[in-house]
């Protein structure tokens, strides 16, 4: 039992999964966040988790076999991928961003979000390079060392980003619905989101890679 747990602590997964979601209960007690500024913390890893796209679509093409050094068959596959799928990356993180945007202004009564925005990125930039760069580790523990991208092809690589992307879409419209529904304060919004995304990350997110 306890070596069991001890392998699941020291799992990259694991690990990233409880620092990620940790992180906005520690900036609301302690660095004084609110809801907004917790909605564009998983916005921002959000938007990270598509550079981690490109960087595993990459390697999914390029691996050994595939193509041949830089045949420009690979970049064309390369691009025709990432630019297809990035239009649906777009039109995903706008409607998120703007239900995330009507959910925190029903919760918080004075919501003013172009002032929250602006104070964000002025007082707390130093987590958008933590963010980009967390991702970047996590990418490169858990898919380019073990290598996970030998067993991949790129075509269901991308389906299951597309997958990704609207389950991310149909988990924030529950959000909304719900604040619509019920009266939350801040505190119970915030940890019915970092429990949402956990279970996202477990059983959804993890098993797309």
Partial sequence: MATAIKDRIRNPLFANIVL???????????????????????????????????????????????????????????????????????????????????????????????DELQRFFQNEYIFVIAIFFAQYMYVRMTFLMPRRYVGLHEGEFFKRNLLGLGTTLIGLACLFGFANIITFNEISMILMIISVKMVLDIFVYNRLG
């Fill in 20 to 114: 990620e979601n940790i992180f906005p209960i520690l900036g609301f007690f302690l660095w004084d966040w609110n809801l907004y500024y917790i909605f564009l913390f998983y916005f921002l890893d959000f938007f990270a988790s598509e550079f981690s796209y490109g960087v595993k679509l990459w390697h999914i093409i390029r691996k050994p076999g595939h193509f041949h050094g830089f045949d420009p068959q690979f970049r064309t596959t390369f691009w025709k991928l990432f630019l297809f799928q990035l239009p649906v990356f777009l039109v995903v993180f706008f409607i998120c961003a703007w239900l995330s945007t009507l959910t925190a202004d029903i919760v918080m009564a004075d919501l003013k979000w172009q």
